[in-house]
Structure formats: structure tokens, C-alpha cells
């Protein structure tokens, strides 16, 4: 049964994808073991592949990273970063350098996490194979939060907000232009679910070819910080940041604070995400404990490289008022006064609104699959159709729960700057304190497995800073003022993210706990398989 088992997935993954899910309606699901998962016959390999094959290599996967780490946020961020910096460079480049050292650190645990399972999931397959005790509680929560969380607002708000200006609109925060940027928003998320959806290979061609696009304005960005240096503003406008005061002096004392700094921090690292996202996609990689290895340490240096050069520029050309007041459009800002008014505002800036539309491709690709993978462990409502490669061979209907979710978001929060700096520091919170679990995780992984060796090992000091730097960031928050924490009516971020975390483990507490307690009876999982080739786990109830 294994043999034949193995044999049919390999041909599968070797078949056309196009054709895989238009045979029919792929949501009746056959038996195909009814042995509990952990006491399986069945080849984990056999049923973690996915229908799609591995079909990414280095340079595709170097495209996953580049074009997921440069995005939105080096374009965005910095005024956010260096205002809760209190204008000070020294922190400023401070942040930055702590949020490079502790991606390099976690994308190693990951790595090595990936060369014990190298199969799509991330870091659900490195919780759910830690935390194994009480059953099913870490692979519920994470599951419920991936998929509550899977959404992909900031890049999809600096797009709008990008794509005007391009087009002259330079305040974008209030009456006609502020609705306009949230449909231009929501446009460019439905144009991204729809060439992903559509067609797996075509939707993989255009992200490979923006992101060779994307290797461009990386070599600009350099270009950009060495050309800063020589930059001279002209008479009676206020001096660069750098050029005004010493480098370790400060512009606002009174705005630092440990909660600011977390902040500052969370954009920072917001800005290198990507380094743990790509193993989502895993399954997709050939190759994937080399081919993952070579293409995110790689990446992840260029664009370390790219993000100081571009920072230089930020405090050589622009003031801290400057800085403060462009929020979200700090880029466009810095290309406007470098290089004037129609190269830097229009070219420069349909550059940077390029590289986001490439990053959200790709965002919108690895969230599919990471919620496809979330649907096939069968915890939630209607995973089976969810799960599916219907109908044309791409994780289409897992793509409407992200799109879904990302457009529900842009049309509830209100429109000014400060709901970007939100949106990103919640996710970015949620984030922390998972990584924070794989990032210990590791140690008991270890433990576990004492006496075997994995090809690819951490650095345990990088994984201890990792581990001391996400703890301050979830504490900090908490100490101080909220009041920079929170936007409208919504909690502080940091509160909201926590309250969905908790909702998540209350949605297992119920499922798998309480009504199965009080209406006697146990949930077994046992294994099919659509009619695509994708094995789902499904959930039967048992009566005691």
C-alpha cells in the first residue's frame, strides 16, 4: 500500500498542474487510511507532497525571498522607526543593525527546523511537532491564528498610496483621495489573487519577472545611498538630519521610550519578513534544505545591504520634520528631492509601487499555501473545500480567505497614516510571540532528538539572542503610555493581537476539549484524498 502510495504521488507531481482539479468537483473526499495520524502506515513524504511537484529552484526561490522581504516597508517604515527613535541616528542604524542580526538568527532556526521537515507548513509543522502536549492545542491555535491573521494590508496600503502619488496626489489622508487609495488597494489584491489563481506557472512566470525587476531597484537603492553622500541641499531649506546635528544627538527625547523602541523594532524586522515565510512553500522547493539554505542567506544579505544604503540616504537628504511628516510616503519624498519633481516623483515612485504589487504577489502566494496547509489538518469549518486545488490546479479558494480577510481590513480602518504603523506592529506582535515558541522550541527539538545531527544547525548564541530580543519586544509594549499603540477605537495593538491568540486557543478548548467531554465521544483523524491528488486529514467523531 506505502509503495503504490509513493509511486501515485510521484506521478501526480509530475502531471500537468492545469489539469489536475477540472476533472470534477474535487470536495467528495475517498478513504484512504483509517489509522489515526501518529499511528499511520502512510509515508509522511507521501502525503505532505502537493499536488503543484517541486517546480522552484535557487533563482525562484531567491525570487520568494527578495521579493518578500523588499516590499513596502523600507519605502514606509523609516519615518515611523526613526520618529520612536527620537530623530537620534546612532538608535536609528541601531534598530536597524539588531533587526538584521536577529532575521540572519531566526532564519538559521528555521533552517535548521526545515532540514529536520522539509515539507510546506513553516513554523506550524516546527510547533506542532514540539509542543505536542495538551494534544493538539499549539497545532489548533497556530492553524486558527494563521489563518485569522493571513492577510496582507500594509503592502497593499503603500501600493494606493504609491500609485497616486504617482499620478499627483500628494495628500492621501483625507476627503476623495483617501477613498481612492483604499480601492486602489483593494484592486490590486483582487489582481493578485486572480494571477495566482488562475494559473500556477503563469502566476510563478510574472513573480519571477518582477522580481528580476525587483534585483534592479535593489542596485538602484545602492546607487541612491552612495549618491546621498555628495548630496547638497540647496539655500534656505533645512539641513539633512545628519548634516544638522552630531550623530548620536536627539531630535525628541521625550517620544523614547521602551515601548517606542519595540515598536521601532517591529518595523524594523518588519521590513526583513520574508526569511520565514519561503519555507511555507517548502514542498514546492527542489531541493529544499540546499536550495533553501543558498537562496536565504543570499537574499537576506543583499537586502541587508540595500536597506543601510537606502537609511543613509533617509538621515543624508532629509530632515527630521521632513522625515516625520512624510510618514508612510517617505520614499517618494526622498526621490522627490534628490532627483526632482518628474524623475523622482513619478519614475521613482512607480518603482516603489512596482516592488510592493511584487512583493504582494508574493505574499498572497506563500499566504495560500500556508493556509492551504492550515486547511488540510481538517480543524476548521469547511477545510476540505477550503484545502483544495479547485478549479484550476491552484490553492484558489485558500487564496479567498487571505484576499477575503485582507480587503475586510482596508475597508474598516480609518484611512490616515497611523493605520499603517498599526497594522504592522499587531502583525508583527503575533508574529513575535510565535517565533519567540519556535525559537525555544528549538532547544527542546534538540533535546528529543539528542545523539542525531541535522544537516543544517543554528547558531545557538543567535538563537538565545533571538529568543532575549522577542521577549523584550512583547513585554515593552505594555510599559508606558498606550495611547501611541492604539488607533480609533481599536485596542492597543499589542492587545489585539493577544485577544486573537486567545480566541484561537478558546476555538480548540471548545472543539477538541469541552463538547467532545460533555457529549461523550472522541475526534479521530483519519487521512483522504481529493480528487486533485491532496491528502487532507479529516476529524470523525467516535462515541465512548
Given at each position: 500500500?506505502?509503495?503504490?502510495?509513493?509511486?501515485?504521488?510521484?506521478?501526480?507531481?509530475?502531471?500537468?498542474?492545469?489539469?489536475?482539479?477540472?476533472?470534477?468537483?474535487?470536495?467528495?473526499?475517498?478513504?484512504?487510511?483509517?489509522?489515526?495520524?501518529?499511528?499511520?502506515?502512510?509515508?509522511?513524504?507521501?502525503?505532505?507532497?502537493?499536488?503543484?511537484?517541486?517546480?522552484?529552484?535557487?533563482?525562484?526561490?531567491?525570487?520568494?525571498?527578495?521579493?518578500?522581504?523588499?516590499?513596502?516597508?523600507?519605502?514606509?517604515?523609516?519615518?515611523?522607526i526613526?520618529?520612536?527613535?527620537?530623530?537620534?541616528?546612532?538608535?536609528y542604524?541601531?534598530?536597524?543593525?539588531l533587526?538584521?542580526?536577529?532575521?540572519?538568527?531566526?532564519?538559521?532556526?528555521?533552517?535548521?527546523?526545515?532540514?529536520?521537515?522539509?515539507?510546506?507548513?513553516?513554523?506550524?509543522?516546527?510547533?506542532?511537532?514540539?509542543?505536542?502536549?495538551?494534544?493538539?492545542?499549539?497545532?489548533?491555535?497556530?492553524?486558527?491564528?494563521?489563518?485569522?491573521?493571513?492577510?496582507?494590508?500594509?503592502?497593499?496600503?503603500?501600493?494606493?498610496?504609491?500609485?497616486?502619488?504617482?499620478?499627483g496626489?500628494?495628500?492621501?489622508?483625507?476627503?476623495?483621495?483617501?477613498g481612492?487609495?483604499?480601492?486602489?488597494?483593494?484592486?490590486?489584491?483582487l489582481?493578485?489573487?486572480?494571477?495566482?489563481?488562475l494559473?500556477?506557472?503563469?502566476?510563478?512566470?510574472?513573480?519571477?519577472?518582477?522580481?528580476?525587476?525587483?534585483?534592479g531597484?535593489?542596485?538602484?537603492?545602492?546607487?541612491?545611498?552612495?549618491?546621498?553622500?555628495?548630496?547638497?541641499?540647496?539655500?534656505?531649506?533645512?539641513?539633512?538630519?545628519?548634516?544638522?546635528?552630531?550623530?548620536?544627538?536627539?531630535?525628541?527625547?521625550?517620544?523614547?521610550?521602551?515601548?517606542?523602541?519595540?515598536?521601532?523594532?517591529?518595523?524594523?524586522?518588519?521590513?526583513?519578513?520574508?526569511?520565514?515565510?519561503?519555507?511555507?512553500?517548502?514542498?514546492?522547493?527542489?531541493?529544499?534544505?540546499?536550495?533553501?539554505?543558498?537562496?536565504?542567506?543570499?537574499?537576506?544579505?543583499?537586502?541587508?545591504?540595500?536597506?543601510?544604503?537606502?537609511?543613509?540616504?533617509?538621515?543624508?537628504?532629509?530632515?527630521?520634520?521632513?522625515?516625520?511628516?512624510?510618514?508612510?510616503?517617505?520614499?517618494?519624498?526622498?526621490?522627490?528631492?534628490?532627483?526632482?519633481?518628474?524623475?523622482?516623483?513619478?519614475?521613482?515612485?512607480?518603482?516603489?509601487?512596482?516592488?510592493?504589487?511584487?512583493?504582494?504577489?508574493?505574499?498572497?502566494?506563500?499566504?495560500?499555501?500556508?493556509n492551504?496547509?492550515?486547511?488540510?489538518?481538517?480543524?476548521?469549518?469547511?477545510?476540505?473545500?477550503?484545502a483544495?486545488?479547485?478549479?484550476?490546479?491552484?490553492?484558489?479558494?485558500?487564496?479567498?480567505?487571505?484576499?477575503?480577510?485582507?480587503i475586510?481590513?482596508?475597508?474598516?480602518?480609518?484611512?490616515?497614516?497611523?493605520?499603517?504603523?498599526?497594522?504592522?506592529?499587531?502583525?508583527?506582535?503575533?508574529?513575535?510571540?510565535?517565533?519567540?515558541?519556535?525559537?525555544?522550541?528549538?532547544?527542546?527539538?534538540?533535546?528529543?532528538?539528542?545523539?542525531?545531527?541535522?544537516?543544517?544547525?543554528?547558531?545557538?548564541v543567535?538563537?538565545?539572542?533571538?529568543?532575549?530580543?522577542?521577549?523584550?519586544?512583547?513585554?515593552?509594549?505594555?510599559?508606558?503610555?498606550?495611547?501611541?499603540?492604539?488607533?480609533?477605537?481599536?485596542?492597543?495593538?499589542?492587545?489585539?493581537?493577544?485577544?486573537?491568540?486567545?480566541?484561537?486557543?478558546?476555538?480548540?478548548?471548545?472543539?477538541?476539549?469541552?463538547l467532545?467531554?460533555?457529549?461523550?465521544?472522541?475526534?479521530?483523524?483519519?487521512?483522504?484524498?481529493?480528487?486533485?491528488?491532496?491528502?487532507?486529514?479529516?476529524?470523525?467523531?467516535?462515541?465512548?
Open positions: 500500500m506505502s509503495s503504490e502510495l509513493e509511486n501515485n504521488s510521484r506521478q501526480q507531481a509530475d502531471e500537468d498542474v492545469e489539469s489536475q482539479s477540472r476533472e470534477g468537483f474535487p470536495f467528495e473526499p475517498t478513504p484512504l487510511t483509517e489509522l489515526e495520524l501518529q499511528n499511520s502506515d502512510v509515508p509522511v513524504d507521501s502525503y505532505m507532497e502537493v499536488p503543484q511537484g517541486r517546480h522552484l529552484g535557487v533563482f525562484s526561490t531567491m525570487v520568494l525571498f527578495v521579493a518578500r522581504i523588499v516590499g513596502s516597508g523600507i519605502f514606509a517604515t523609516p519615518s515611523s526613526y520618529v520612536n527613535c527620537g530623530g537620534n541616528p546612532a538608535l542604524f541601531g534598530v536597524w543593525i533587526a538584521g542580526i536577529v532575521a540572519f538568527a531566526g532564519l538559521f532556526v528555521f533552517l535548521e527546523y526545515g532540514s529536520w521537515l522539509p515539507r510546506s507548513g513553516g513554523r506550524k509543522n516546527f510547533l506542532e511537532q514540539t509542543y505536542t502536549k495538551p494534544k493538539l492545542m499549539m497545532s489548533v491555535t497556530f492553524v486558527c491564528f494563521t489563518v485569522v491573521t493571513g492577510f496582507a494590508m500594509s503592502n497593499a496600503i503603500v501600493f494606493g498610496k504609491y500609485f497616486l502619488y504617482v499620478f496626489f500628494s495628500d492621501i489622508s483625507t476627503g476623495f483621495q483617501s481612492a487609495s483604499k480601492y486602489v488597494s483593494i484592486a490590486v489584491i489582481a493578485a489573487m486572480l494571477v495566482h489563481g494559473s500556477v506557472r503563469v502566476g510563478i512566470r510574472i513573480q519571477n519577472f518582477l522580481g528580476g525587476l525587483k534585483f531597484l535593489i542596485g538602484l537603492m545602492c546607487l541612491i545611498g552612495i549618491y546621498s553622500f555628495f548630496y547638497k541641499a540647496p539655500s534656505g531649506q533645512e539641513p539633512a538630519s545628519l548634516k544638522s546635528q552630531p550623530f548620536f544627538a536627539y531630535q525628541d527625547k521625550s517620544v523614547v521610550t521602551m515601548s517606542s523602541l519595540a515598536s521601532a523594532f517591529l518595523s524594523a524586522f518588519f521590513c526583513f519578513s520574508g526569511w520565514d515565510t519561503v519555507h511555507a512553500v517548502a514542498s514546492e522547493v527542489k531541493n529544499p534544505i540546499r536550495t533553501l539554505k543558498l537562496a536565504g542567506t543570499t537574499s537576506l544579505f543583499i537586502c541587508f545591504i540595500c536597506y543601510s544604503m537606502m537609511n543613509m540616504a533617509y538621515v543624508n537628504v532629509l530632515s527630521y520634520e521632513e522625515i516625520k511628516k512624510a510618514g508612510p510616503l517617505v520614499g517618494s519624498v526622498l526621490f522627490t528631492k534628490l532627483f526632482g519633481k518628474v524623475i523622482g516623483s513619478k519614475l521613482l515612485s512607480s518603482s516603489v509601487a512596482l516592488s510592493t504589487a511584487s512583493n504582494l504577489l508574493v505574499v498572497i502566494y506563500g499566504l495560500s499555501r500556508m492551504q496547509e492550515s486547511f488540510r489538518e481538517g480543524y476548521l469549518p469547511f477545510s476540505i473545500p477550503l483544495s486545488n479547485w478549479p484550476w490546479g491552484s490553492p484558489f479558494p485558500s487564496m479567498l480567505v487571505c484576499g477575503g480577510l485582507t475586510i481590513w482596508l475597508a474598516i480602518l480609518p484611512s490616515e497614516n497611523s493605520s499603517f504603523d498599526y497594522l504592522v506592529s499587531m502583525e508583527g506582535y503575533g508574529n513575535q510571540f510565535f517565533l519567540l515558541l519556535v525559537a525555544i522550541g528549538l532547544f527542546i527539538h534538540r533535546r528529543k532528538h539528542r545523539g542525531q545531527r541535522p544537516a543544517i544547525r543554528a547558531s545557538t543567535g538563537t538565545i539572542l533571538m529568543i532575549f530580543v522577542s521577549y523584550y519586544v512583547l513585554m515593552a509594549p505594555f510599559i508606558g503610555d498606550q495611547k501611541r499603540n492604539r488607533i480609533g477605537s481599536l485596542p492597543p495593538y499589542q492587545i489585539t493581537s493577544m485577544l486573537l491568540i486567545a480566541v484561537c486557543f478558546v476555538f480548540w478548548l471548545i472543539k477538541f476539549v469541552a467532545p467531554r460533555a457529549f461523550h465521544y472522541m475526534l479521530e483523524p483519519s487521512i483522504r484524498m481529493l480528487n486533485d491528488g491532496l491528502a487532507v486529514t479529516v476529524w470523525e467523531k467516535k462515541r465512548l
